[in-house]
């Protein structure tokens, strides 16, 4: 009869001197929880561990206020159960207003399937595909590299370099920031290139903060490069500006990693015009209230005509990694240099041509990558 | 040059036994601040007050980890603005995800105009007024009382007394929870019209409970009272409920108490088929970013077809009370009875025939209601 003992509730800096257009990251936080049991193996109580992905801050008050205590007082009937303790937390939860606290249930969330793996002693995946996918796991997953930010003093010299060290690690497929000027995004974009080669080997982002006007003229200036990826030209809860840049650029678009919730991400499906054949849902569980929460918007897919290979999450952690493998995601984000240690994969892991393959530990794969399973134990106090 | 001293950050219980149909509120809290000023009147420091409104809980970690810290180092040049505090505390924070931080947010706006306003010495209606309506200021405002909510062992009989008390105190329209039961709830409607006859006096709520089919279900039961409107019968986020919706139910309708940002609130005008001759708005300034953020939602309504006067903003508070007099709003909500002492108007103002008067006192008029004001000086320990 597995039960949780105890949980604790840390808070880290993942600080840096990037930015995007819209945000720097210079006070960015993020919160790591440790939820303990009292399943033992080789003498130690299992631990499930879980953090927020980047971009929104450690919801640290949240946690301790309400999902912390709620979730110690879940009656989960003797089973770490994720789809049960999901209920527990959200109890007197009114609906709408998803932000913040679908970040708390999301670490939270994180933390109790990677403990629920460690205690049926598979893989994540493994666990994910045998509920979900009659136990069929993708072993290789496509990841792009993610970088490319603004930071004081960077030049198109240093992007290039900093490309050629994702190519060096194995990354076909890179993502640069664009919104700080048209002229000089198309310069950066036209430098990017003379190192990644065909259009098809580069994403470019501008995190939202484009109006439509300056989105259809982005739109008409990176149509000659079919792209991989235009990402997030507007307001993410602008359906309406989506739709309409539909109209206009007829390459691959991809938005949603600020949208938290099912009900959310359905209005970017009912309302943004996205095309099944060429555009990414970007939706990141870490974010928006957990695997239990995002298997609900997968759910939803195949009514509004997409599949989950459409989807590619923020946030470049192993969880949605795990969640690539088990449901069979088009891919996952990768930070190879940034928000460390929180991105990237397991250390044995190597990148081939932007595809990379899966941890074989029990859990969400965490003790396979040394930099942060330390963090997390050190930040917690665990072992 | 006015500065902010110190901002303090406390909680207060609104605990009580009552029920919607989504949520009970037996752990229901509120977070208090106090905006304290250099400018000394009396011999006494200016501070403004302000709180979160019912149905979310007291953001306390946030105010203290994100938003009070950046309040304080914000650079107003010397004046209490804030349309610049604004900016300043949503400084790196992405778009998207309007939860939680937008009632942190919220909180703080409140003070800042209270602050404000006593400044200048006015009230703040008059303050809105003066800057947004060419002074023009209406000085009588429609108020309905809220209530009607479940709670253990409340029969129809209670329910009666309970709007018959509304009546007796001035209020020729109430609202009663739905949600729980159709059979149920048409007994309820029934009593409720004994008391206060026409339908047109009662509104009825669902609290986003009802999936579409629910939802008609109860629109066909109802059509033949033409109720004051039928509130929230979907979830908020389900725009595409409350469009088909609006086809079937020819009566007034009222939703927006759960979206929180102008951009939310667009996409219920864009996608809701909300009908501008007869349905409400009731975005909550409290819950959704403050006066700024609001303003910025009522800028928005011409374009859809609406104005002012469909808004009767959900939270029955003093805030929303001195916009509905100084943007000329079509009214506010009242909690006569729950959420004490947050809820209700200035002590000298009583409702007659559902129409309530204004404060004089300068500010949000908190000094005229005696028990709030003697609450929110008690937790914050200020004068």
Redesign the interface.
């Known amino acids: 009869m597995p039960s949780i003992t105890e949980i604790r509730n840390a808070v880290v800096p993942i600080s840096s001197d990037i930015s995007n257009a819209?945000?720097?990251?210079?006070?960015m936080t993020a919160s790591v929880v440790a939820v303990i049991s009292d399943v033992y193996r080789n003498g130690k109580p299992l631990v499930g561990y879980g953090f927020n992905s980047n971009?929104?801050?450690?919801?640290?008050?949240?946690l301790?206020?309400?999902f912390i205590p709620r979730l110690k007082q879940a009656d989960m009937g003797g089973v770490i159960e994720p789809e049960l303790a999901w209920e527990a937390m959200m109890?007197?939860?009114?609906?709408?207003?998803?932000?913040?606290?679908?970040v708390a249930v999301g670490v939270l969330d994180m933390a109790l399937w990677d403990l629920a793996a460690k205690i049926a002693d598979v893989p994540l995946y493994q666990l994910i595909a045998d509920r979900w996918r009659n136990g069929t796991v993708d072993n290789s997953i496509f990841v792009y590299a993610a970088g490319g930010y603004y930071y004081p003093g960077k030049g198109e010299g240093e992007l290039q370099k900093e490309l050629q060290s994702y190519r060096d690690r194995g990354y076909r497929v890179c993502k640069i920031k664009i919104g700080a000027d048209l002229e000089q995004d198309l310069a950066r974009i036209e430098a990017a290139l003379e190192v990644l080669g065909d259009g098809r080997n580069l994403a470019v982002d501008a995190?939202?903060r484009f109006n439509l006007e300056t989105a259809i003229a982005y739109a008409e200036a990176l149509k000659p490069y079919n792209l991989f990826w235009y990402e997030e030209a507007g307001?993410?809860?602008?359906?309406?500006l989506q739709s309409e840049l539909a109209k206009v650029y007829p390459h691959s678009m991809a938005t949603g990693e600020?949208?938290?919730?099912h009900?959310?991400a359905?209005?970017l499906l009912?309302?943004g015009n996205m095309r099944a054949d060429r555009d990414w849902l970007q939706v990141d569980c870490a974010?928006s209230y957990g695997l239990v929460e995002y298997k609900r918007f997968v759910d939803l897919l195949p009514e509004y005509g997409f599949s989950v290979k459409n989807c590619i999450p923020h946030g470049g952690h192993q969880m949605s990694l795990n969640i690539a493998a088990g449901l069979g995601l088009g891919g996952n984000e990768s930070y190879p240099d940034v928000f460390a240690p929180f991105g990237g994969f397991a250390d044995g892991c190597a990148v081939e041509d932007s595809m990379v393959g899966l941890h074989s530990c029990p859990g969400v794969g965490f003790e396979e990558k040394s930099n942060l399973i330390s963090v997390m134990r050190s930040a917690t106090e665990t072992q």
Chains 1, 2 share one sequence.
């Not at 971009?55 to 949240?62: E, S």
């Not at 007197?92 to 606290?101: L, S």
């Not at 600020?258 to 919730?261: G, K, V, Y």
Request: aromatic content about 12%; cysteine-free; proline content about 6%.
């Open positions: 819209y945000i720097d990251f210079s006070a971009g929104r801050y450690a919801p640290h008050g949240l301790a206020e309400r109890v007197n939860e009114k609906p709408g207003g998803h932000g913040e606290r679908s995190n939202g307001d993410p809860l602008d359906f309406a600020n949208l938290f919730s009900q959310d359905r209005n009912r309302y974010l």
